[in-house]
């Protein structure tokens, strides 16, 4: 399959899961164990296509990182055990490590506190021609703070900017934020992996009877289940408030992870044919360069022919 079949395929698979009309949006309108068209008899012929698009994946990035113009940041967050992790190992497998950052931002240090909200983040922005991935971002700062308010007192803000429309004026600030990134060429994309309750139960009691998954399990994660009520809300205000044509966010189904991961690659992919990146053409000078030394090459006497070492073994043994 072509790339740019692959993308068009990306395009209606990934195109119900965009939040376009925030002021609309409900999160509880959608269905964390939804696969589209898709059945779970489906499934193998899902990985094929995502082994498809992986590779088409593979050839927008190398021409992203060749044309060193543009840059992409994938915005990844979810309750605990929606599938991150394994989301981002999967899609990105086949992308050069070179031209691909990860950061995950846990909970801030006190270096991190004598800043604002955003400046860790700030400092882990990809460079030209790369893919930078943040696992969990600066949205935190509208989610687990807004559900526990005692973080936010602890973040020394002066009293006069703790208002009563703080949540409003940080989804301000990021919708902001992310239209600058978007000016000077960083484009934005954001997933919010939707899990449902029963299934991140399931995953969290795999997690504890599989001593191969108990390093994955921490106490605190049943602790901050009682909140998902709360979390649910902030969430879907996030959602609301900060999907923008700039920036949108997807809210990607994540009870079945081989739908999860499907849908995450074509939009990842879509992103990058949006970009349309091309490989650098040289100049004139650039290209007289190239054949002054092609000319150089040539006129130098071909290299000695070295002897097979298994043929020599061969002959040893014989």
């Not at 973040?155 to 429309?165: D, S």
Request: aromatic share 10%.
């Amino acid at each position: 399959m072509k790339t740019k079949e692959v993308i068009e395929a990306a395009h209606r698979l990934s195109k119900p899961y965009r939040v376009r009309n925030g002021k609309k949006f409900r999160l509880k309108d959608v269905d964390p164990g939804d696969t589209g068209e898709h059945t779970s008899e489906d499934k193998p012929r899902a990985k094929e296509a995502l082994q498809t698009g992986l590779g088409a994946l593979t050839e927008l990035q190398d021409m992203l990182y060749g044309q060193d113009r543009w840059s992409l940041l994938l915005i990844f967050q979810a309750m605990d055990a929606a599938g991150k992790d394994g989301t981002i190992k999967h899609v990105m497998s086949g992308v050069n490590p070179q031209g691909c950052q990860v950061s995950s931002f846990k909970a801030p240090t006190s270096e991190d506190l004598d800043h604002d909200y955003l400046w860790r983040c700030q400092k882990a922005l990809p460079e030209r021609g790369r893919i930078g991935i943040f696992n969990r971002s600066y949205y935190e700062e509208t989610l687990v703070v807004r559900v526990h308010p005692e973080f936010l007192a602890g973040q020394k803000l002066p009293e006069r900017c703790v208002t009563k429309r703080i949540w409003d004026e940080r989804f301000q600030d990021i919708r902001a934020f992310e239209r600058y990134l978007t000016r000077n060429g960083t484009i934005v994309r954001k997933f919010f992996l939707h899990v449902s309750k029963e299934e991140q139960q399931k995953r969290f009691l795999e997690r504890i009877d599989l001593p191969e998954k108990n390093w994955k399990f921490s106490a605190s994660d049943v602790r901050e289940r009682r909140y998902w009520a709360d979390y649910q809300h902030a969430f879907s205000e996030m959602l609301s408030h900060t999907s923008t044509p700039w920036a949108p966010w997807h809210v990607i189904p994540a009870d079945h992870k081989w739908f999860a991961r499907i849908c995450a690659a074509a939009v990842i992919a879509q992103a990058l044919m949006e970009i349309d990146p091309r490989y650098p053409v040289p100049d004139e000078a650039a290209r007289q360069e190239l054949l002054r030394a092609k000319a150089e090459l040539e006129a130098e006497a071909p290299p000695k022919a070295r002897p097979d070492p298994s043929e020599a073994n061969a002959a040893n043994l014989g």
